[in-house]
């Protein structure tokens, strides 16, 4: 329960400073919209409202990894700039506990990219979302902001010892883009970047989404979505403890 | 001497010492991964679209990418100076400002240029883009004055930077209307009217449009006046963004504001 509270008051802090921020804020808004405009615009000459929609789904899961991606591999070192380091991980509660609420809050800025880029393509566009099945679509959303939430813990964890991961964390963005079938199917890549896809959640949280709101069966990838969400969690907290008594047996926590 | 001092010494040592960029750990996955994946991920949607071909977007992206070093390095002449607290003692001193700016921007322009020429050479590799061996020369060209035409819109940048505090998310504003006005992924036959009047304004638009006919097979005689054209706006843009500096400059001296901005 005490776990639960922790991670509640935290998601709700740093979401909090993330909506004051220009860069997280509206730039978490504003960057998405520019590809998404170029997509827009490369689907409608297809002239198939279908590709169309399909695109505006696709685009609008981009900005939830977009917010995710930079922010979370810099999260630890953004916290080293304020001087809290040391404070959060001295605290007595797991650390995983205070980290998982930072990238959660980053993930969940994205749903402002979301609805964005759906408004964006509603009316500058003409592409209408008609949702098949809205309960599925009100449960994908979530579950997608969660998965991708917990592989920004991860990715946040596993770069902690990389001074200047910021700029990994901006290189990625256009690859989950590409191997997680935002913009394009996944049938279109050689063979060996499938099971890379498959084990990443954006690709079944996009998946879950475009089924909800398309017509389809959303429950596998929802699950599927969950289901990473646990073992990123799983994993970043075990290497939570691992690097943490690394970094105070060498003295590099402030220093790394 | 001074002058040329300050251009050429001043011009590199902010360079190095301002961005850090000599560290493969950002050089890397900033200048080297990001804009393959860039065209990776646009000649995908564009083999799902069947809009243009893969040698459209290799070229249209690569000369894009040039504009990340030219806005960003050249925001942070600025909000890096602010950041290290040295932007007063700079602009304090009597060095003539034409120096002092425009030297900070020559390393900037080879920057650009070199992550255009990457990522033009790895992206055709990739996608099995073959461009002709007597294009490549040009294109070399092309790829330079692209750069520095957007080093230009760098200095308009830079400017703004005096007055606005986040340079990076201006940055990441003129990069993301680059990508969609300037015909990058989308040829501006495709894009409406007033977007496409607006990109015959703007840097890269007819840098891409000259390296695509190169790269097709023309030769440089009948890109010229694309290739003069990509110049000229360069030229304008460095001459607008010097004098929006001064005036910048000038303004935040009589407000107290260049250290707040």
Same mark, same amino acid.
């Not at chain 1, 902001?145 to 991961?165: P, Q």
């Given at each position: ?30 960057? +998405? ?24 789904? #696709? ?32 605290? +007595? ?16 800025? #994205? ?14 566009? #003409? ?74 959640? +954006?690709?079944? #949280? ?37 690097? *943490? ?9 402030? *220093?790394? | ?7 050429? =010494? ?56 040039? @504009? ?21 003692? &700079? ?44 294009? &490549?020369?040009?294109?070399?060209? =092309? ?8 080093? $230009? ?14 340079? @990076? ?37 007819? $840098? ?54």
């Amino acid at each position: 329960m005490k776990a639960l509270r922790l991670v509640a008051i935290g998601w709700v802090f740093q979401l909090k400073m993330l909506s004051r921020s220009a860069f997280d804020g509206l730039l978490g808004i504003l960057w +998405p919209l520019f590809f998404a405009t170029t997509a827009f615009f490369m689907f409608r000459t297809s002239h198939d409202p279908r590709a169309l929609l399909y695109a505006a789904l #696709g685009s609008s899961v981009m900005g939830i990894w977009s917010s995710t991606s930079v922010a979370a591999s810099s999260a630890l070192q953004r916290e080293r700039w304020y001087g809290t380091l040391e404070a959060i991980v001295g605290t +007595p509660a797991h650390f995983s506990l205070v980290l998982i609420p930072i990238t959660l809050a980053m993930s969940t800025v #994205g749903i402002y990219s979301m609805a964005a880029t759906l408004l964006w393509g509603r009316f500058l566009f #003409g592409i209408g979302v008609h949702i098949v099945h809205p309960l599925l679509f009100a449960v994908a959303v979530p579950a997608t902001v969660l998965a991708i939430g917990l592989l920004g813990f991860l990715l946040s964890v596993t770069v902690v010892r990389y001074r200047t991961a910021w700029a990994l964390g901006n290189a990625l963005e256009y690859p989950v883009w590409l191997v997680c079938g935002f913009l394009v199917p996944l049938s279109l890549f050689p063979g060996w970047v499938r099971p890379i896809s498959w084990a990443l959640a +954006p690709t079944w #949280g996009v998946r879950a989404i475009r089924q909800a709101a398309l017509g389809g069966a959303p429950q596998i990838p929802v699950a599927a979505c969950i289901g990473l969400a646990a073992l990123y969690g799983i994993a970043g907290a075990l290497l939570v403890d691992t690097v *943490l008594r690394s970094a105070r047996k060498s003295a590099t926590l402030s *220093l790394t | 001497m001074t002058s040329l001092r300050i251009f050429f =010494v001043g011009g590199l040592t902010s360079y190095r010492a301002l961005f850090n960029w000599l560290t493969p750990w950002i050089l890397i996955p900033s200048f080297l991964i990001a804009p393959l994946f860039q065209i990776l991920l646009f000649a995908y949607i564009g083999r799902t679209t069947h809009l243009e071909s893969d040698r459209f977007y290799v070229i249209g992206n690569a000369l894009q990418y040039a @504009a990340v070093p030219c806005l960003f390095a050249m925001g942070n002449t600025i909000g890096g100076e602010r950041y290290q607290h040295t932007l007063s003692l &700079v602009l304090t001193t009597p060095a003539g400002r034409l120096p002092l700016f425009i030297g900070r921007s020559l390393p900037v322009i080879a920057n650009g240029f070199v992550v255009s020429a990457f990522a033009l050479v790895t992206g055709s590799a990739l996608l099995g883009v073959h461009v002709p061996l007597s294009a &490549v020369a040009p294109l070399v060209l =092309v790829a330079a004055v692209t750069a520095f035409s957007c080093t $230009g819109l760098g200095l308009c940048n830079a400017a703004l930077g005096l007055r606005v505090r986040e340079t @990076a998310v201006t940055s990441n504003i003129i990069f993301g209307l680059l990508l969609v006005f300037c015909g990058v992924n989308v040829p501006l036959s495709s894009l409406p009217a007033w977007m496409s009047t607006i990109a015959e304004g703007l840097p890269l638009t007819h $840098g891409i449009a000259a390296g695509r006919r190169l790269a097709g097979g023309a030769d440089l005689g009948s890109v010229a006046g694309l290739v003069g054209a990509e110049l000229l706006i360069g030229c304008i843009y460095l001459v607008a963004g010097y004098a929006l500096l001064r005036l910048m400059e000038v303004e935040g001296r009589r407000r107290g504001t260049l250290e707040i901005a």
